[in-house]
Nanobody
Framework: QVQLVESGGRSVQAGGSLRLSCAAS????????MGWFRQAAGKEREGVAV????????YTADSVNGRFTITHDIAKNTVYLQMNNLKPEDTAMYYC?????????????????????RGQGTQVTVSL
């Protein structure tokens, strides 16, 4: 099993930037697809960005494309989400999630909320 611990969430003004971190431990060999999903109050979970570790290929949701970037540090077993030009609609609890896929084509943001391994979340609040 993989343990995931998020950090970096806080309150920020619109237009600002944040970097979220997700440290993975345990059986990380079962986590070759890692990413972030979010859930705003009263809304459904939304997959934001994923990275397929072996190829370093990344995929982001249309809602954040061009503003959010996902990266992975192999040495630290940590996934990062760099969020730029934040908007009030980005306000949500952000969760890190991990899954193992044999085929990279299955590693997509849409699947993130269903991943069995997830952290406790970190809150991001964007104000005007």
């Amino acid at each position: 099993q993989v343990q995931l611990v998020e950090s970096g969430g806080r309150s920020v003004q619109a237009g600002g930037s944040l970097r979220l971190s997700c440290a993975a431990s345990g059986d990380t060999s079962n986590a070759n697809c890692m990413g972030w999903f979010r859930q705003a109050a009263g809304k459904e979970r939304e997959g934001v960005a994923v990275i397929y570790i072996s190829s370093r290929s990344t995929y982001t949701a249309d809602s954040v494309n061009g503003r959010f970037t996902i990266t992975h540090d192999i040495a630290k077993n940590t996934v990062y989400l760099q969020m730029n030009n934040l908007k009030p609609e980005d306000t949500a609890m952000y969760y890190c999630a991990a899954q193992y896929y044999v085929e990279e084509r299955n590693c997509r943001p849409l699947r993130l909320p269903m991943f069995p391994n997830r952290g406790q979340g970190t809150q991001v609040t964007v104000s005007l």
